[in-house]
Each structure stands twice: as structure tokens, then as C-alpha cells.
């Protein structure tokens, strides 16, 4: 009978770490910053080891078995309804833990990974953009989802966005480190140059484009909030946050005939696999394929 880990219910409250898991928690964490991991990455994995070394309580994370761990990652998808997703990223972290700070890589050989479930991205139609866009007076606001939309950002990228990185005599919009470290350049729509100068007017920004409080970032779920409010405010239903107009951007790029491989470069994807995913929700294409019922004479 194979070994498991005794989880008693699936909460976090009340749970101790041990001396010995903080150790390694900490040289964990020491070691994604020596490699330069983008922060969200550290974030997650973060997450995911004190969820597990705080229901390990006493016993050391180190000592796990293939077997342990195989128990763990079962017991999150069927007791606690984890997604794909969530078991990967638990996956990645303990991955990383054991091979490059522990020196076991060997202990994942047998471990298999769950099948993700391969999502079609959220997009609105070009006229909910509009309306999300138009629904609010706050030009701050409004600039965000203007540029949200006119570049294809990821939310961190909007965040992240300097000032020195708009070159309006190039009309290119510069993005430094964005995600797997890469810097790329997109297009400056000349609407989005006009709200950028009248947004600058009034709001006088002086190292990040969008300052929170204290002449901070701007935070990023406060972004959400944005998005979320215009988006209610609109009255446009469609699930999902601010990444869905990154999804519409590549979408109506793809409609307007842009091709695909630009479209990568845009977007920053590693892989044209990756950007393939917008022709499967583009009604453009799918508007070229006729169905066989209509070719029956009924």
C-alpha cells in the first residue's frame, strides 16, 4: 500500500511550521531571487510551500517520498477541487525546491502531471470595448483600458509601464522585462497618444505612467477593480479581468488580417502556439467555414 500523507480537513488555520521547513522555505525563496524569477512566479511558489509545510506541521518537507507527494497533489484535485492549473503551479514549486535547493531531481521522474484544461479566451465584440472604454469620466481610469486595449499589455506590463517608455516620435511603446525577461516594442495608437497627453496634463506622473498613492505603483488589483467597475458599468457580461482585453486585442488583429506571426511579437509569446489559440475564437475565421447543413436541400 503506498504511503500518504495524513491531511486531517482542508484548511490552513491554526497550522505551525516547523524550524527545520523555514529553513529551507527561506533558502527556497533566496535561491528564485539569486535566479532572477519574475515576482509573481516567487509569489506562487511561495503559496505553495507554506500551504504544504504548514499542514506538514512538524514533519520536514524534505523527507516527502514520491509516493507523499503523488498523495498531496491527489488529495487537491479530488478534495479540494484544485484546478489543473493550481496543481501545476504546486508541482513547479516543489520541482524547483527539490532540484535546485535540495539536489533530488531524481524524485520527480514518477510523479506525472495532471492534463490541463485547454481554455478558449475571453473576447468581447469590438462595440463592448467601446462601451467599457466609455463608461467611465476618470481619465486615469480611461487611459488604462485605452491602453489595455490599443497594445494587448498584460496587467503587470500596464503597471510596470515608465513614463521614458512612451516614444511618441517613434509612436512605439517600449516593454522593459516584461514576462520570461525580454523587452519588445508595440505601437503607439495615435487616439491612445492623444489620451496619454491630456491624461499627463491633469494627473503630472513622474517616474511610473500610472502612480498609486505616494507616487507608488499603481496596484494590481486595483487595476482589476477598474476593469471590473467599467465592465459592470457597461453592462457587458462576459467573465473574466483586464487580460480578456489583451485576448480581444490579439482577436481583432487577427480579423483585421495582421498576421500571425507579427501578432506573436506583439503579444511577447514565446511560442506561435501560443497566439494560434485567437484563431480559434476569431469570427472572422470561423465565418469562412460553411456548415455542411447548408448544403442539404431541406
Known amino acids: 500500500m503506498a504511503e500518504t500523507i495524513k491531511i486531517k480537513k482542508p484548511t490552513l488555520e491554526g497550522f505551525t511550521i516547523s524550524a527545520e521547513n523555514m529553513i529551507l522555505f527561506d533558502q527556497t525563496i533566496k535561491i528564485l531571487k539569486l535566479k532572477a524569477y519574475a515576482n509573481n512566479t516567487i509569489e506562487h511558489y511561495r503559496g505553495e510551500l507554506l500551504q504544504l509545510m504548514r499542514l506538514l506541521k512538524d514533519r520536514s518537507l524534505a523527507s516527502l517520498t514520491p509516493n507523499q507527494i503523488k498523495s498531496y497533489l491527489l488529495w487537491l484535485l479530488q478534495e479540494?477541487?484544485?484546478?489543473?492549473?493550481?496543481?501545476?503551479?504546486?508541482?513547479?514549486?516543489?520541482?524547483?525546491?527539490?532540484?535546485q535547493v535540495l539536489h533530488q531531481p531524481q524524485i520527480f521522474i514518477t510523479i506525472p502531471r495532471p492534463k490541463k484544461h485547454l481554455q478558449l479566451p475571453k473576447v468581447h465584440a469590438t462595440e463592448q470595448v467601446k462601451k467599457i472604454i466609455q463608461s467611465t469620466n476618470n481619465?486615469?481610469?480611461?487611459?488604462?483600458l485605452m491602453l489595455a486595449y490599443a497594445t494587448g499589455f498584460r496587467l503587470q506590463e500596464i503597471i510596470n509601464l515608465k513614463i521614458k517608455d512612451i516614444n511618441s516620435a517613434r509612436m512605439v511603446i517600449n516593454v522593459i522585462r516584461a514576462k520570461g525577461?525580454?523587452?519588445?516594442?508595440?505601437?503607439?495608437?495615435?487616439?491612445?497618444?492623444?489620451?496619454?497627453?491630456?491624461?499627463?496634463?491633469?494627473?503630472?506622473p513622474k517616474e511610473w505612467l500610472f502612480e498609486g498613492q505616494s507616487g507608488k505603483q499603481y496596484g494590481y488589483r486595483t487595476l482589476q477593480e477598474v476593469f471590473a467597475n467599467a465592465k459592470n458599468k457597461a453592462g457587458v457580461n462576459i467573465q473574466g479581468g483586464i487580460h480578456?482585453?489583451?485576448?480581444?486585442?490579439a482577436t481583432h488583429l487577427l480579423e483585421n488580417g495582421t498576421d500571425l506571426r507579427l501578432i506573436q511579437e506583439l503579444l511577447g509569446h514565446n511560442s506561435i502556439k501560443t497566439t494560434i489559440r485567437y484563431t480559434h475564437v476569431s469570427k472572422a475565421m470561423l465565418q469562412k467555414v460553411r456548415s455542411p447543413l447548408d448544403e442539404l436541400e431541406l
Do not use: G, P
Not at 481619465?139 to 488604462?144: D, F, L, Q, R
Open 139 to 144: 481619465e486615469k481610469h480611461k487611459t488604462m
Open 181 to 204: 525577461k525580454k523587452d519588445r516594442q508595440v505601437i503607439l495608437s495615435e487616439k491612445l497618444l492623444i489620451q496619454l497627453r491630456k491624461y499627463f496634463k491633469s494627473y503630472r
Open 80 to 99: 479540494r477541487k484544485c484546478s489543473e492549473n493550481k496543481v501545476h503551479s504546486t508541482l513547479n514549486a516543489l520541482k524547483f525546491c527539490f532540484e
Open 244 to 249: 480578456t482585453m489583451r485576448h480581444s486585442f
